[in-house]
């Protein structure tokens, strides 16, 4: 059973510039979720995406985007950088409608100067 | 959203039982309650859920006050592979949309 991976691991962007990340989720599941962690803080709920349909979404602007894939892999687009995106940016997926247990990748590390 | 208060750190040594507090007085009806844990360098882990009765898992148990407005996380005998720092998080959706707190840093002794 593979578990769920992203890429890049680390990544540095210039402060307007746009961005993707890209989760492959694990094997069998169906839902996947992204959430920001700034240093020293808890992870915050950006989006989720089920059946390639944003199915939910937490307090982040519209420059925070997504996709879903028919393999269910799925990325993240941010528009405009700003040096408050630096942050580390965890996916995760599940498998619904059982998505009380979330799996969570190892996160890609954003850095915006 | 409801919240949860969690103390910011604890202590146990290696082989002792850890109970880590979350006190939720503003739980609603339909509020699960969930925890994790996030190990140094990775992402969370998922630990237990819980509504209204007591739960048991491989990793842990998770004890539910009757009124609902806190709940313990215990994890029986502590190895040094537990420290980490475990969120305490309600969802009113069964962990759907998860909104995470500050934590609690558990740091365990030899």
């Known amino acids: 059973e593979t578990g769920v991976t992203q890429s890049p691991t680390h990544l540095i962007k210039t402060r307007g510039q746009q961005v993707t990340l890209r989760c492959s989720s694990q094997?069998?599941?169906?839902?996947v979720s992204w959430y920001q962690q700034a240093l020293g803080q808890g992870p915050q709920f950006i989006f989720q995406?089920?059946?390639?349909?944003?199915?939910g979404r937490g307090n982040f602007p519209p420059r925070f985007s997504g996709l879903q894939f028919p393999n269910y892999s799925s990325e993240l687009n941010v528009n405009a950088l700003e040096l408050d995106d630096s942050a580390l940016y965890l996916c995760?997926?599940?498998?619904?409608?059982?998505?009380?247990?979330?799996?969570f990748g190892p996160g890609t590390r954003l850095t915006v100067t | 959203d409801a919240k949860t208060t969690q103390p910011n750190s604890m202590e146990s040594n290696e082989e002792e039982p850890v109970h880590l507090p979350c006190n939720h007085s503003?739980?609603?009806?339909?509020?699960?309650i969930h925890w994790y844990r996030q190990l140094p360098s990775q992402g969370p882990e998922y630990v237990i859920h819980?509504?209204?009765s007591n739960v048991n898992n491989r990793m842990a148990s998770l004890a539910i006050a009757e009124d609902r407005k806190s709940s313990t996380l215990i994890l029986h005998r502590a190895t040094l592979r537990d420290a980490a720092v475990y969120y305490c998080?309600?969802?009113?959706?069964?962990?759907?949309?998860?909104?995470f707190g500050g934590g609690t840093r558990l740091m365990v002794k030899p």
């Open positions: 995760a997926s599940s498998s619904w409608p059982k998505t009380y247990e979330q799996y």
């Open positions: 094997s069998g599941h169906n839902t």
């Open positions: 995406y089920y059946r390639e349909e944003e199915n």
């Open positions: 503003t739980i609603s009806g339909t509020d699960y």
């Open positions: 819980g509504l209204t």
């Open positions: 998080i309600l969802s009113p959706n069964a962990g759907n949309m998860l909104t």
